[in-house]
Nanobody
Framework: QVRLVESGGGLVQPGGSLRLSCAGSGFTFTNYGWRWYRQTPGKERELVAGISGTGGVRNYAAFVKGRFTISRDNAKNTAYLQMNNPKPEDTAVYYC?????????WGQGTQVTVSS
């Protein structure tokens, strides 16, 4: 059974830091690229960052570039999103996504609230 379990969300102050984790099981982790998306009420889900299966290629949305870092530990079947200097507009539900061709899986989402 495929599972993606997210953790690490919560309340963080502007300018602070937070790390999201997403542990995968039930599929061959290294065959999949990994992405983080986010969504706020009334808006479409938007791509935040992505990383290739080997971790050699990473890309970021302009609104997080230089502040967030995506990474993966294939030995632990886990992907991460390090959020540095978050802003109130980063408040959203964050979802992890594993994708390989036409196959993809989603995490359940974790709420991140940036507020003082």
């Amino acid at each position: 059974q495929v599972r993606l379990v997210e953790s690490g969300g919560g309340l963080v102050q502007p300018g602070g830091s937070l790390r999201l984790s997403c542990a995968g099981s039930g599929f061959t982790f290294t065959n999949y690229g990994w992405r983080w998306y986010r969504q706020t009420p009334g808006k479409e889900r938007e791509l935040v960052a992505g990383i290739s299966g080997t971790g050699g290629v990473r890309n970021y949305a302009a609104f997080v570039k230089g502040r967030f870092t995506i990474s993966r530990d294939n030995a632990k079947n886990t992907a991460y999103l390090q959020m540095n200097n978050p802003k109130p507009e980063d408040t959203a539900v964050y979802y992890c996504n594993a994708v390989s061709g036409y196959s993809q899986y989603w995490g359940q989402g974790t709420q991140v609230t940036v507020s003082s």
